[in-house]
């Protein structure tokens, strides 16, 4: 980034560059900071940001003016639960803001003639802010940094559709990382919330090093609250957000066969062991 960086101070700032320039630079700028989970190098030019809230029809005060009947429990679950009060402020931001996104998103995706060209731009300045900011996770209760990284690896899963993009093993690695500390208290006071992170964490980790540690603790989660089909972890999911994707259910179907067999072959070996002992005990 530091070559690009001398590049655009060269060529007079980034007020002198035109709306598609700057969008391809802030575009190398975001997936660099979720490569390394740094902030962002450049920041969001106002004349650039002006031009896309021109057309960001998000603006309007009835946000549930064009909302499915499908999309209505998108979010519900996070807005009505005790812990999103405990969030940081910003962080309550953030998840308005990416669920007015991904309305919108869907909205394009069924109505086509309504894309305005600067739409991309409006998740790359999500993608910005959200990447821009920084939380500690030295405190085993403080969950906004799992949070944050989420929902960067929602844009880039189920927005942008990156998750073979190599820089995707990186954004999941800090999101494992990130979830260290706080595992014990999400598995006990947010479980659904832990399974939501854990099926995005699992679907953008397939490939991927850090993929058996999601898949693992996606187990765990799916016995912990007894789902036993897709469409029941799907209506959990419902709650969060998560929306379906003709181009995302292979992946889903991938990754739900895998939780079923890991499943099926513990409950074998369990089975097995228990007939060891059973056997065991009948011989002494």
């Not at 900071?33 to 960001?56: C, G, H, K």
């Not at 949070?147 to 820089?167: C, E, K």
Request: overall charge negative; proline content about 4%.
């Amino acid at each position: 980034m530091k070559g690009l960086k001398r590049l655009v101070q060269l060529m007079g700032g980034l007020d002198n560059l035109d709306h598609m320039t700057l969008s391809k630079i802030y575009q190398s700028d975001v997936k660099s900071a979720a490569l390394y989970n740094t902030r962002p190098v450049f920041p969001i030019s106002a004349r650039w940001r002006s031009e896309i809230i021109q057309d960001f029809r998000l603006l309007l005060t009835r946000d549930e003016l064009d909302t499915p009947k499908d999309l209505a429990s998108l979010g519900v679950t996070i807005f009505s639960s005790s812990w999103y009060t405990m969030v940081d402020r910003t962080m309550r931001t953030f998840l308005q803001v990416v669920r007015r996104l991904i309305l919108y998103y869907e909205h394009a995706q069924r109505n086509p003639a309504s894309v305005m060209p600067t739409d991309n731009d409006l998740f790359l300045v999500a993608e910005h802010q959200v990447l821009s900011a920084c939380y500690t996770t030295t405190d085993p209760t403080d969950i906004n940094e799992p949070l944050r990284l989420t929902l960067v690896i929602y844009l880039n899963l189920r927005v942008w559709h990156f998750q073979s993009f190599p820089f995707m093993q990186y954004v999941v690695e800090s999101l494992r990382q990130s979830l260290e500390v706080p595992y014990l208290h999400l598995q006990t006071e947010t479980p659904e919330l832990l399974f939501w992170i854990l099926v995005l964490g699992s679907l953008a980790s397939q490939g991927y090093k850090c993929h058996r540690w999601y898949l693992n603790r996606l187990i765990e989660m799916t016995e912990r609250l007894g789902l036993s089909e897709w469409e029941e972890a799907r209506a959990v999911l419902s709650g969060y957000f998560y929306t379906d994707q003709t181009s995302e259910k292979r992946a889903e179907e991938d990754l739900w066969n895998e939780v079923l067999l890991r499943e099926t072959c513990k409950l074998s070996l369990e089975g097995r062991w228990s007939g060891v002992l059973g056997h065991s005990q009948c011989f002494w």
